[in-house]
Structures are given as C-alpha cells and as structure tokens.
C-alpha cells in the first residue's frame, strides 16, 4: 500500500512538472522579434510609410555589414512615440525610430530611450547636439533640420524683402487692399497668433522661453521687456492692417495660406512642410531667410526637426547604434534630402545641400543659424498652453500687451508647479 502510494504522488508530480513546462517554457515572441527564423539577427526600424523605399534602398549595406536583416515598421511618428513607454516593457517596441526633437528629451529623461555617446554626436555643433540633449545625456543624433522661412510670390515682387520695413511698404500697397473690410492689406502675413509662429518676434527682442539654455523652469521670459516690445509690435498689424481673420486663433493659418495660394499676398511666414502645396497650387514664389526685425535683430525662430532613436527596451543595443550612426552619415543623410527634400543635419550632407540650387534648402540652412532649439524638457507642454491667446487678448484690447504677457506667463507658472512639483 506504501509503494502504491509513493508511486501515486511521483506521477502526480511528474504531471505537474511537465504541466508547468508546458505552459511556461516556451518564451513569448512578437512581430519585433531580435531574431528571424534563420536565426540571424533582426533589427527593426520603424519610420512613416511615406519613408518606407528610403530604408529599403539604403539597408541592403547595413545588411551585409552586420549579418542582420532589417525589419521595417510602418507607422506615424508620433503614435510611435506615445505607444513606446507601453509598447516597450511589453517587447512590441521596434529597435530603432524616427522622433521629433522636442520629444526625444521627455522620453530619454523618462528612461524609455537608449543613452548614447558623445562620439555618437561628436560631429555636430552645439545647437545640433542641444536638440537630442537632456540632463547631459545623449538620447538621439540628428538627421533633420527644420525652421520657419519666408515665401514670396515672384509674380507679384522681384526680390524677397530684406527687412520688415520692406514689409511695411507692402501694406500700404492697394493692390493687396482686403476688399470686404476698409483700410485693412495682405501685403505680409504671418500667424502670430500661433506661439510656434511669433516666437521669432519675441526672441528677436529678446524673449526667451526658459532660461539657461532651455532648461530653467524658474526663469520665463515670456513676459520681459523685449517679449512685451515685439507683443506691441504683432498688436500693431494685428489691429491697423490686417483683416479679422487674422486672430482667430484656430484658423488664421489657413486664411495665410489661402490668401497666398490665391496672390493675393506677396510675403508670408511658413514651415518647409508647405513648399510641396504651393507648387501644387501652381504658385510662381520664391523661399528666403525671414526679413530683419525693426530692432536689427534677426527673427529667432523655434530650430526644429527630427533624429534617429533607439528603444531602451531594444535586445540588440549595439546594433540599433550602429544602425543610428549608418543611417545619419553623411551619404544616407543627403540622399533622404535628395527623396524627400527634407534639410539634412549631418553637416557635410547641410553643406553639400546648400550648395545646390534649391531654395528651399538655403533659406532653411541660413534661417537655422539664427532660430533657437526649442526645450525638450516635459514643462515646456505648459507652454504652449499658456501662450495660446495671448496675441488676441492683445490685439482685441481685452488686455495691454504686458497684461496679457503677465497673464501667460502665470499660466504656465502654476500649471508647471501643479503638475511637475515634487
């Protein structure tokens, strides 16, 4: 009876063994897998669909090189991004990916991107290194640059103005005359009620975001004299030239756009992202740095774009680095320029960009000396919150330039002590 019963509980161990063997010996796999069936390594690039041929003309070297099979992942930048934090604890993460500047500091502070070197950013300038930079950590290298510029329609003006005062002259010109509203001109738009748009206004006179190169949430100036003096200056097209329209805050960008596609204006302030619709459009313009302030200042604009990241959650570390430094050099960097007409940042690639004739490319590459990276660091969320209407309450007369500064800048104080006191 003693053996029958030794021998009952060893089977029944012996089927729970094999049960939980069963059950959890196998490791779970995924679609982001750091090996394919073969048994060679896989690395997986996620970029926008539109980007998709661009990595497969380029990785077939990489390939050879590594012994690895580059695996691509098409999806939007940004849902890339906001999926990682989820998305890489649970091994679904793709290895290496596309991510906005201003994003990439938020996201290495937060622990999900994979720390790089300096050598790994050694051959970029101080501006170009700050854009992928947080805490003094390296968390991406750059391969895009981006500003805003100044478009001019050829048909209506031979040479881009030179100075706001040029832009000035425009407006006293009839032709540009707003017909359903008197006195009011399209000569030059730009959508300063967007803060991404009137920061070079505010820079220009010596605004400033945070203070110590971004990264001091104590110090705003976003409501010093010089913010104040270039709010008073918006105020003044705002109110006395421009038409209604203009201060809508939601769409006043389109009324821009509208208006010049159809000649109406002969000077705005854009993005790069708008050159491809205004040929579209059939539009005779041109595309230069943005006109001298009436201080003598150069307008400051937001300095913006993309780098190449890697996952913290990624198997093969060394690898998705090595893809990073091939995909940034400087021939796979021009050559997404030559594809996608997107402004290099390896710098050999920017110099060899602009010495062509693309107009585009020079006015970015000039504008881009004078704009300013914009904070990386979480807080600078608060930001745009707190600066969204203030050009209208200033140009409607519901507040002084200066109150409505003061009344921003409190906005984005207490909305930073609220949400990121510790």
Same mark, same amino acid.
Request: hydrophobic residues 35%; charged residues 25%.
């Given at each position: 009876m003693k053996v029958l019963k030794k021998l009952f509980v060893l089977i029944l161990i012996f089927?729970?063994?094999?049960?939980?063997?069963?059950?959890?010996?196998?490791?779970?796999?995924?679609?982001?897998?750091?090996?394919?069936?073969?048994?060679? *390594?896989?690395?997986?690039?996620?970029?926008?669909?539109?980007?998709?041929?661009?990595?497969?003309?380029?990785?077939?070297?990489?390939?050879?090189?590594?012994?690895?099979?580059?695996?691509?992942? *098409?999806?939007?930048?940004?849902?890339?991004?906001?999926?990682?934090?989820?998305?890489?604890?649970?091994?679904?993460?793709?290895?290496?990916?596309?991510?906005?500047?201003?994003?990439?500091? $938020?996201?290495?502070?937060?622990?999900?991107?994979?720390?790089?070197?300096?050598?790994?950013?050694?051959?970029?300038?101080?501006?170009?290194?700050?854009q992928v930079t947080i805490d003094n950590k390296y968390y991406g290298v750059p391969f895009v640059i981006e500003t805003l510029v100044l478009y001019y329609n050829k048909d209506l003006i031979s040479s881009p103005p030179q100075t706001f005062s040029d832009l000035e002259e425009l407006a006293k010109d009839s032709k540009y005359a707003f017909e359903s509203e008197s006195g009011k001109n399209t000569g030059f738009l730009a959508k300063w009620t967007d803060f991404y748009f009137s920061y070079g206004l505010l820079a220009g006179y010596g605004g400033y975001v945070f203070g110590d190169n971004g990264t001091?949430?104590?110090?705003?100036?976003?409501?010093?004299?010089?913010?104040?003096?270039?709010?008073?200056?918006?105020?003044?097209?705002?109110?006395?030239?421009?038409?209604?329209?203009?201060?809508?805050?939601?769409?006043?960008?389109?009324?821009?756009?509208?208006?010049?596609?159809?000649?109406?204006?002969?000077?705005?302030?854009?993005?790069?992202?708008?050159?491809?619709?205004?040929?579209?459009?059939?539009?005779?313009? $041109?595309?230069?740095?943005?006109?001298?302030?009436?201080?003598?200042?150069e307008y400051q604009p937001f300095a913006g774009g993309k780098g190449w990241v890697a996952s913290n959650y990624t198997n093969e570390p060394e690898l998705a680095k090595k893809w990073i430094n091939y995909v940034t050099n400087e021939d796979n960097n021009y050559k997404f320029f030559e594809e996608y007409n997107e402004i290099p940042a390896n710098p050999a690639a920017r110099e060899k960009a602009a010495g062509t004739d693309n107009e585009l490319a020079k006015a970015v590459i000039e504008q881009y000396k004078s704009a300013q990276p914009m904070p990386n660091i979480p807080e600078m969320a608060e930001v745009w919150t707190g600066m969204e209407s203030i050009m209208y309450d200033a140009a409607s007369g519901k507040k002084t330039p200066q109150e409505a500064a003061d009344a921003a800048v409190k906005i984005i104080k207490d909305n930073i002590a609220q949400k990121y006191s510790k």
């Open positions: 089927s729970i063994t094999f049960a939980l063997s069963a059950c959890g010996g196998k490791k779970e796999t995924n679609d982001n897998s750091s090996s394919d069936s073969g048994g060679k *390594k896989t690395l997986t690039v996620s970029v926008e669909e539109k980007y998709a041929d661009y990595i497969n003309s380029i990785k077939g070297d990489f390939e050879k090189q590594n012994d690895v099979t580059v695996k691509i992942v *098409k999806k939007p930048m940004f849902e890339q991004l906001e999926a990682l934090p989820l998305d890489g604890p649970a091994g679904k993460a793709p290895d290496v990916m596309l991510a906005a500047y201003d994003r990439i500091g $938020g996201l290495g502070q937060q622990g999900h991107l994979l720390e790089l070197s300096k050598e790994d950013v050694s051959a970029f300038d101080e501006k170009d290194q700050q001091n949430t104590k110090d705003i100036g976003l409501n010093n004299e010089g913010s104040v003096e270039a709010i008073t200056y918006a105020t003044h097209w705002l109110q006395d030239i421009w038409p209604k329209g203009m201060k809508d805050v939601k769409s006043s960008g389109d009324f821009v756009k509208e208006v010049f596609t159809k000649g109406k204006a002969a000077a705005i302030i854009d993005g790069p992202w708008s050159a491809e619709n205004f040929k579209k459009a059939n539009l005779n313009f $041109g595309i230069a740095p943005i006109p001298t302030l009436p201080n003598g200042n």
